[in-house]
């Protein structure tokens, strides 16, 4: 289950999530009240679909800084999906976390409530990478909050990054992975930085104030990146996220693996038995819909056998385990070993570090 909680302190310059500052909001939209609006949908969705009712293996609550809701509102969200829904007896429990909303006390009561992993939103140690991407915490903030999540008794602890933003240089990333390794965390994403369109990155780089990023500095560092943390002892077991041994993330290999999902929250997405649906984008339309009663679901499809084969290898293809051959085109997969793309180990096609760097091409190649 993910849940979505849509509330920021400030804005990222870089972020198109949909979250909201509370100036954005006003009053329509009570942050201390909202875990009841989410505890409502989980009610009205396990009564509106009884036959997908059943226990949740992993839980996810993403936003957003869906600590700002604190350890109160947090604990009664899974309160909830452990009384409509019921919890597996080694549910993996998620919470994301920006590094400055959180302390010792609250962690220790997130732990207290059942969270048995925080993923910690650090990005840079550089100063001036943060001032870019608009981050409001300090260079150290993230260390210090992987070390009291461990403290707190987290059973893993994540540290997000992102790589390329106009003015970093090689020295930048790697002092922050060093801080990441000093930290003691089991698992890392990192991501390069993307101008999306609509947010004031966009904006600075469409004017010129801000250099847009480099591709080719992107791959460089993603090798940095991917070299240090396997010298560390955390191996990639998907192209933007490596872990030490168990230290994986079961809900987002729910996703790569294609498996069922459902979403709470607004604009959260769920999939279950070949459905998809979305629940409408913002907070007070899904709040009072929620209200009444009121689905909160905005529309959805039923995939085709195709379209879900295609997803599968969409996905499934980005893991370090890689997609079996036989699902496969034959001749594509031997053009992309030819090319340098790809490897088979056994039976299974995997990505090579190139193809690793490629691997929306590469993904494009073995669906069309």
């Known amino acids: 289950m993910y849940v979505h909680v849509p509330f920021c302190a ?21 942050r201390d009240r909202f875990h009841e609006v989410l505890a409502a949908e989980i009610a009205h969705a396990t009564r509106s679909r009884p036959q997908e009712t059943r226990p949740v293996d992993t839980v996810f609550v993403g936003g957003g800084t869906p600590t700002l809701l604190g350890a109160t509102g947090l604990a009664a969200v899974l309160d909830a999906i452990r009384d409509e829904l019921g919890l597996a007896a080694d549910a993996e ?27 910690l939103g650090m990005q840079s140690s ?11 915490h300090s260079p150290g903030a993230s260390v210090r909050a992987a070390k009291d999540a461990r403290r707190a008794g987290f059973d893993h602890v994540n540290l997000d990054l992102i790589y390329g933003t106009p003015g970093e240089t090689d020295d930048d990333l790697r002092r922050s992975l060093d801080d990441v390794m000093e930290s003691g965390v089991d698992h890392v994403s990192a991501y390069a ?14 004017s010129g104030e801000v ?11 993603y090798g940095i990146v991917d070299s240090m943390l396997s010298e560390a002892g955390m191996a990639w077991y998907e192209v933007s996220n490596w872990a030490r041994p168990g230290g994986e993330c079961r809900h987002n290999l729910g996703y790569w693996h294609d498996d069922d999902w459902w979403g709470i929250g607004p604009g959260a997405h769920s999939h279950v038995g070949g459905r998809r649906w979305w629940n409408v984008k913002h907070p007070r339309t899904y709040a009072e819909r929620v209200a009444v009663g009121e689905s909160p679901e905005q529309d959805g499809e039923q995939l085709s056998a195709e379209e879900r084969r295609m997803e599968g ?17 034959t001749e594509t997969v031997r053009e992309l070993e030819s ?17 690793r760097l490629l691997a929306d091409a590469v993904i494009r190649r073995l669906v069309d």
């Open 339 to 355: 090319d340098g793309l790809v490897e088979l180990t056994g039976d299974r096609v995997v990505l090579t570090f190139r193809g």
């Open 313 to 329: 290898i969409m996905l499934g293809m980005r893991l370090a385990e890689g997609l079996g051959a036989s699902g496969l085109d």
């Open 193 to 206: 930085l993307i101008v999306e369109d609509g947010t004031p990155l966009a904006r600075r780089v469409r």
């Open 126 to 136: 550089s100063p001036a990478v943060l001032r870019v991407l608009d981050r409001t």
């Open 211 to 221: 250099p847009r990023p480099d591709d080719d500095v992107a791959a460089e560092r």
């Open 93 to 119: 429990v998620t919470t994301e976390a920006n590094p400055d909303s959180v302390d010792p006390a609250l962690l220790e009561d997130l732990r207290s409530a059942g969270y048995t992993r925080i993923s």
């Open 10 to 30: 400030s804005r990222c310059g870089y972020c198109d999530f949909n979250t909201y500052t509370a100036t954005e909001l006003g009053d329509s939209v009570r």
